[in-house]
């Protein structure tokens, strides 16, 4: 079914939409959230150590509710604006494959909410990329290839460069 209200577009060969600066915003405002407030400190903490954070007086369960709400929230809010911006009708086969993405995202951006927004960006120019080569009558074998390439490696890096890293909650 055709959604009757759309995003105004900023650039269409790029496919950008008011839903980029939208989520741009959404990104810096859970940073903003996560590392300027004590809720924000303790959802942190107890993602980290659920264990240390109930030895210290924080409410686990209901911080682990809290943060599935709010990441339940964003994934509506995502969802709603490529419905909005790019695809203008909502199907049956919505996410080609949006949810492996989102999990190599978060790994190469280090869960982090700005590396997530700038490893966002850059897998957004690359899944465009490789949607582009099919348009311009190259072969979609290709791209898919491609794809599922560029998304398979670059998780293998971000693993291998976050269990270098220690766990931080500062």
Known sequence: AEVPIQLP?????LRLTLGFPLALM?????AIFLWRTTLGFELRAIGVSP????FVGMRVERGIVLAMALSGGLAGLAGALVILGVQHRLSDFFSPGYGL?????SLVGGAHPIGVLLAGVLFG?????AESIVIIGQSSTIARWFARQRTARLAR????ANAAAPLSIH
């Open 125 to 129: 120019a690359l899944r465009t990329g």
């Open 101 to 105: 993405d989102a999990i190599a995202v």
């Open 51 to 54: 264990t240390t954070a109930r």
């Open 26 to 30: 959404a990104g810096v405002l859970v």
């Open 157 to 160: 890096f971000a693993t291998v």
């Open 9 to 13: 577009v900023i650039q269409s060969q």
